[in-house]
């Protein structure tokens, strides 16, 4: 058998840590919280098949032929105007680029800062996939500490001063993947100041800002950003089809031109025919009306999350209460090793993901994600009996 | 104005000669041979969007939902089929990766292999993205000379043992871009043994193979190769529809697996509702008369672009007779600077692309690509026209 030499960007074996446990959550006879989906039920399928079918009845050649790196400028329109009336940013044509994904400008974004043994500042916990993606590029992480109002501004000036070679500072402010915390506006305001202050680069990542179901809307660290050094990404992966892979980056000019070389290397442009369907749909259809009956969805599976915990979790349970997104974070103190809490849940058919791959650094024991937005009502309810009934278990030493 | 920090990945500026090149091509007064796009007008619009339509009707859930990052699994045992009815390369399921067109296989195989300062082989001349691609990760190249047979063995070998840190050979040997020429049984055959024989990796890129309209079909390098050592990738881009991004790679299963992980960093997986149209699109079409259609109408193209050649061009022209695909190469002797020659030729409203950035190495000075596929026929003749009396201007030194 042939052995193939891989270069030092390959992960090694046996490091997927997340899939094994999204592998073993699929056994169709565990509720699974573990993993981070929508909810499938509330897709626009009959809309968006109309949608679709105008765009081949008027785009329907443009569709199927290449198209330009950028995105499709009906599509590239909506997003700059979209940004303006949601986060209050102002963006020219220049300063947006569609991608396969927000994914993928994680990956773009790695491409054209990371060097080798530069340092990116993360939340911590903060999302997985993103300390995967830099890694590949060869990134040191340095965790920085949240609270209650997400990411602290006296904590990451500290890191800021103390690794002079940071380049990026990456950021989910709104509730948050995993915890589900949002930062304050006046951190978001600091932010800015501190990015432009130490000429590093804020990666603002927003997949969940939309889907709110309590409190009120924060603006985007991109409208207090008066020097290009905030870049702002977010995609229709919540409020429209995950499945069509169609995420957005808006920044400087500059960095688009340069990201667009890239992506043209990456994968020439985003598909088109899902470029021209979501524009389109957005014509046709009450955008707003949609995202609410999602945010009222997941407000009412949140509830009954939180209302699990407290009927059956064991005492000194910690969790957050977000105001939106999909996630929420919870602390079991007393436990020492939570992959090994995840395995005995496992025997009580109830899954959820380990905090441990959510830090950059040290993990915090005892602490793993919720999913509450892709299990209905009766699974919720079930499940989180289980779960209780697991982690009652386990507390107590059996 | 911010200075932004790029890494050092990003090429430089200015340094984007074929986008200049594009865009210089693009304004109408000018008949372009310089592009690289299909016909639109046999792109099948209405039996895609009858596809599109039954996948909203049958899979519409699953079509917007998150999907696997390998594909869809009816779309990648359609090419696990397809590549042993076309190629004779036989494949089981965990050998198919599906990418967002072959562009991003390119980028896989990059990442995943070369380290910086290894050596990538190449055709002289050979495609000009791969050279982008490679270029990011670092890779080192050499020129692997081609005589109207492909790549030849001889050089090749040579290359192998006077540069032992080579990883990867990429060959297009159906068709090539930019020359048209088609690597010959024995070739193909050898090159499997080389690869095996040196330990170094195969990149067979065939997005034109299926494109025939003269000669007989020779089968890939993939169906010698019994070692693992030849990747073999392939698209929908030049039969169906290149706006969808659908492409794939065939490789030893863990391979693909490592490729999956990066392209989990990269985007996820690819947009779910156009690789089940398209499986869709392959149950209930004839594709192969599709394919025989596009086929022909080059094949038209391409012999009253040879004509114009013989009708119009400077006595000594060099040109290949392609039997597929989409391009052919000219040489013209006595020209020291193609960029000049091109930019005479825009003074007569016609355009190809100069040969220059083909090349690893040294360019060969006079020679250009010529696209036959995107123009109808009297855009040919008049442009072919056009192109004669510019080059007989160059040639006779005005």
Same mark, same amino acid.
């Given at each position: 058998?042939?052995?193939?030499?891989?270069?030092?960007?390959?992960?090694?074996?046996?490091?997927?840590?997340?899939?094994?446990?999204?592998?073993?959550?699929?056994?169709?006879?565990?509720?699974?919280?573990?993993?981070?989906?929508?909810?499938?039920?509330?897709?626009?399928?009959?809309?968006?098949?109309?949608?679709?079918?105008?765009?081949? !009845?008027?785009?329907?050649?443009?569709?199927?032929?290449?198209?330009?790196?950028?995105?499709?400028? !009906?599509?590239?329109?909506?997003?700059?105007?979209?940004?303006?009336?949601?986060?209050?940013?102002?963006?020219?044509?220049?300063?947006?680029?569609?991608?396969?994904?927000?994914?993928?400008?994680?990956?773009?974004?790695?491409?054209?800062?990371?060097?080798?043994?530069?340092?990116?500042?993360?939340?911590?916990?903060?999302?997985?996939? !993103?300390?995967?993606?830099?890694?590949?590029?060869?990134?040191?992480?340095?965790?920085?500490?949240?609270?209650?109002?997400?990411?602290?501004?006296?904590?990451?000036?500290?890191?800021?001063?103390?690794?002079?070679?940071?380049?990026?500072?990456?950021?989910?402010?709104?509730?948050?993947?995993?915890?589900?915390?949002?930062?304050?506006?006046?951190?978001?305001?600091?932010?800015?100041?501190?990015?432009?202050?130490?000429?590093?680069?804020?990666?603002?990542?927003?997949?969940?800002?939309?889907?709110?179901?309590?409190?009120?809307?924060?603006?985007?660290?991109?409208?207090?950003?008066?020097?290009?050094?905030?870049?702002?990404?977010?995609?229709?992966?919540?409020?429209? !089809?995950?499945?069509?892979?169609?995420?957005?980056?808006?920044?400087?000019?500059?960095?688009?031109?340069?990201?667009?070389?890239?992506?043209?290397?990456?994968?020439?442009?985003?598909?088109?025919?899902?470029?021209?369907?979501?524009?389109?749909?957005?014509?046709?259809?009450?955008?707003?009306?949609?995202?609410?009956?999602?945010?009222?969805?997941?407000?009412?599976?949140?509830?009954?999350?939180?209302?699990?915990?407290?009927?059956?979790?064991?005492?000194?349970?910690?969790?957050?209460?977000?105001?939106?997104?999909?996630?929420?974070?919870?602390?079991?103190?007393?436990?020492?090793?939570?992959?090994?809490?995840?395995?005995?849940?496992?025997?009580?058919?109830?899954?959820?993901?380990?905090?441990?791959?959510?830090?950059?650094?040290?993990?915090?024991?005892?602490?793993?994600?919720?999913?509450?937005?892709?299990?209905?009502?009766?699974?919720?309810?079930?499940?989180?009996?289980?779960?209780?009934?697991?982690?009652?278990?386990?507390?107590?030493?059996?």
């Amino acid at each position: 058998m042939t052995q193939f030499k891989f270069s030092k960007r390959v992960p090694a074996d046996g490091t997927d840590a997340v899939g094994a446990i999204l592998k073993a959550a699929a056994d169709p006879q565990i509720i699974s919280f573990a993993g981070g989906l929508p909810a499938p039920e509330l897709f626009p399928v009959k809309e968006m098949k109309a949608a679709v079918d105008k765009v081949f !009845a008027t785009h329907g050649q443009e569709a199927m032929q290449y198209g330009a790196a950028k995105g499709v400028t !009906a599509l590239r329109e909506l997003i700059q105007h979209h940004v303006k009336e949601k986060e209050n940013v102002d963006a020219e044509l220049d300063n947006v680029l569609v991608t396969t994904g927000s994914e993928q400008v994680l990956d773009l974004v790695g491409k054209a800062f990371v060097n080798p043994g530069d340092t990116v500042l993360v939340e911590q916990p903060t999302y997985l996939c !993103a300390l995967d993606v830099f890694k590949t590029y060869g990134a040191n992480f340095a965790g920085v500490e949240m609270d209650e109002q997400g990411m602290k501004m006296d904590a990451l000036e500290e890191a800021l001063k103390s690794r002079p070679n940071t380049k990026l500072v990456y950021t989910v402010p709104n509730f948050q993947n995993p915890t589900g915390r949002t930062m304050a506006l006046d951190r978001r305001q600091k932010l800015a100041e501190l990015a432009a202050k130490y000429d590093v680069y804020v990666l603002e990542d927003n997949p969940y800002g939309e889907i709110r179901f309590a409190g009120q809307h924060v603006p985007a660290v991109k409208s207090f950003d008066k020097t290009g050094h905030v870049f702002y990404m977010s995609t229709f992966s919540k409020t429209l !089809a995950p499945g069509f892979r169609l995420g957005w980056l808006v920044a400087d000019a500059d960095v688009v031109n340069k990201l667009t070389v890239l992506k043209q290397s990456a994968d020439l442009h985003t598909d088109n025919l899902v470029q021209y369907a979501v524009a389109q749909f957005f014509a046709d259809n009450d955008v707003d009306a949609h995202v609410r009956e999602i945010s009222d969805l997941y407000g009412k599976r949140k509830q009954l999350m939180a209302d699990g915990i407290k009927q059956y979790f064991p005492a000194g349970v910690k969790y957050t209460d977000p105001e939106g997104g999909m996630f929420l974070w919870v602390e079991v103190p007393g436990v020492d090793d939570t992959v090994e809490l995840f395995k005995e849940c496992l025997k009580h058919n109830v899954a959820f993901v380990p905090g441990d791959p959510f830090f950059a650094g040290k993990p915090q024991p005892g602490a793993f994600r919720l999913n509450y937005s892709n299990a209905p009502e009766d699974k919720i309810k079930a499940g989180m009996k289980q779960l209780g009934e697991a982690l009652q278990d386990a507390v107590a030493g059996k």
